[in-house]
C-alpha cells in the first residue's frame, strides 16, 4: 500500500488556485500532500511564488490531509522563527505536519545581503538549525552561538507530539548525512539505480522514518501538448547542482534554460499522454521501496489532470493514507544549552 500525495507548486500557480486545487485533490483521492517554499519561481514563465506558512494554515483547515514543506533554515529564515511556525501548524493539526529541513538555493537567500557559504558550510549551518530547531520543539530554551546564533529562544506554544523533521536528498551523500537526525526521507524522481542508491544510503546509515519520492510528470490528452507543457513549465528546473544551487533568480534560469531540449526534460519528467502508463511507473516507486509517491504534475491548469489521476490512475494502486507525520525517538541535540544548564556558549561541528 502506498500513499499517493499531491504537490501543490507555490512557484507557478496563485495562492487561491492553490488552495482549491489541493482541496479539489482529496475530493478525487489523493491522501496527502505537500508545498514549495520559495521567494522566487525558478522561471519568469511560472509567474508566482506564495508564502507557504500563510498558505499551508488555510490548507490544513480546508482538508483532512496531511501536509509537508520542504524549508531551508538558516539565512532567509531564523531557526527560532521556523520552529515556532512548525509547532503551530503542528499543534492545530496534530500528526499532518511534516517539514523537509535543506540547505537552500541562493535565489532565495541572496536577499538577506549576506554572503552566500560554500556547500560545507551550508550544510553544517543546516545542522545546527535541525538541532536548534528539534530543542525548541522539544520544550527547551536554547541559547547556541555558531553558523547561526540563537539568544534564550523558546516556543512556548508546542504540540503534543514533536513533527516529523525530514531529510531532503537527490545524492546518497546527502541521504547519508542525514540518517543521523531525520525522522524520514524525501527525493525526487531520478533513474531507478539512483533512487536506489538515494535509499540504501539512507537505510544503511540507520535513516528512519517513511520514504518519499516526488515526481515530476506532465500529461494531456494529446502526447505533443503533454510535452510543451513540460518544456515550457519546467525546462529551468533540469538544471543539476551545483548549478541549480548558485543561480540568483528566475531571469538567471530562464537564460540557462534556453539550452535544455524537449528531448532533456523528458528525461526527468514523467511526461505521456497514455494515464496506464503513468500507473504503472508511479507503481515502479513503491516497488523500489517509497513508503509515498508526490504527483507534481508541472502544468499550471491542475483541474483537468486532477480529474484524470483520480479517475483512471489512482484505482490502479493500491492508495492508502499515511500514518502520523511525528518524530521517531529523536536523539537529543548536543551542542545546545538546556534550560538546567549553566549558561555557556555552545558551538555545534
Given at each position: 500500500m502506498t500513499v499517493i500525495g499531491f504537490h501543490a507548486?507555490?512557484?507557478?500557480i496563485p495562492p487561491s488556485e492553490l488552495l482549491s486545487a489541493v482541496q479539489h485533490?482529496?475530493?478525487?483521492g489523493f491522501t496527502a500532500a505537500m508545498c514549495s517554499d520559495h521567494l522566487e519561481p525558478w522561471s519568469v514563465r511560472q509567474g508566482q511564488s506564495g508564502f507557504a506558512w500563510s498558505w499551508l494554515g488555510a490548507a490544513l483547515a480546508t482538508t483532512s490531509l496531511p501536509f509537508g514543506a520542504v524549508n531551508a533554515p538558516g539565512q532567509r529564515y531564523h531557526p527560532v522563527i521556523i520552529a515556532?511556525?512548525?509547532?503551530?501548524?503542528?499543534q492545530m493539526n496534530p500528526g499532518r505536519f511534516w517539514v523537509a529541513l535543506g540547505s537552500g538555493e541562493l535565489m532565495n537567500e541572496h536577499i538577506t545581503g549576506q554572503q552566500w557559504p560554500r556547500k560545507e558550510l551550508r550544510d553544517a549551518r543546516l545542522r545546527e538549525c535541525v538541532d536548534v530547531i528539534r530543542a525548541l520543539l522539544a520544550g527547551e530554551e536554547v541559547t547556541h552561538d555558531g553558523l547561526v546564533t540563537v539568544d534564550r529562544a523558546r516556543v512556548w506554544s508546542l504540540p503534543e507530539q514533536q513533527p516529523a523533521l525530514v531529510c531532503p536528498a537527490v545524492t546518497a551523500a546527502t541521504a547519508r548525512r542525514g540518517a543521523d537526525?531525520?525522522?524520514?526521507?524525501?527525493?525526487?524522481n531520478q533513474p531507478h539505480d539512483r533512487l536506489r542508491e538515494v535509499l540504501a544510503a539512507y537505510r544503511d546509515a540507520g535513516g528512519q522514518g517513511p520514504a518519499t519520492v516526488q515526481v515530476h510528470l506532465s500529461w494531456a490528452p494529446d502526447e505533443d501538448e503533454a510535452l510543451e507543457i513540460a518544456w515550457d513549465q519546467w525546462r529551468s528546473n533540469l538544471l543539476p547542482p551545483p548549478t541549480c544551487w548558485e543561480l540568483e533568480g528566475a531571469k538567471s534560469f530562464d537564460q540557462v534554460g534556453e539550452l535544455v531540449t524537449r528531448e532533456q526534460v523528458q528525461q526527468a519528467v514523467q511526461v505521456s499522454a497514455d494515464l496506464g502508463e503513468h500507473a504503472a511507473r508511479i507503481a515502479e516507486y513503491a516497488e523500489l521501496g517509497f513508503d509515498q509517491v508526490v504527483l507534481h504534475h508541472v502544468g499550471q491548469s491542475q483541474t483537468a489532470f486532477?480529474?484524470?489521476?483520480?479517475?483512471k490512475v489512482l484505482p490502479q494502486l493500491d492508495v492508502t493514507r499515511p500514518g502520523p507525520a511525528v518524530a521517531i525517538d529523536p536523539p537529543g541535540p548536543e551542542g545546545v544549552r538546556r534550560p538546567e544548564q549553566e549558561p555557556q556558549p555552545a558551538v555545534l561541528a
Open positions: 507548486s507555490h512557484e507557478q485533490a482529496e475530493r478525487v515556532q511556525a512548525v509547532a503551530t501548524l503542528a537526525w531525520a525522522d524520514g526521507l524525501i527525493t525526487i486532477l480529474d484524470a489521476f483520480g479517475d
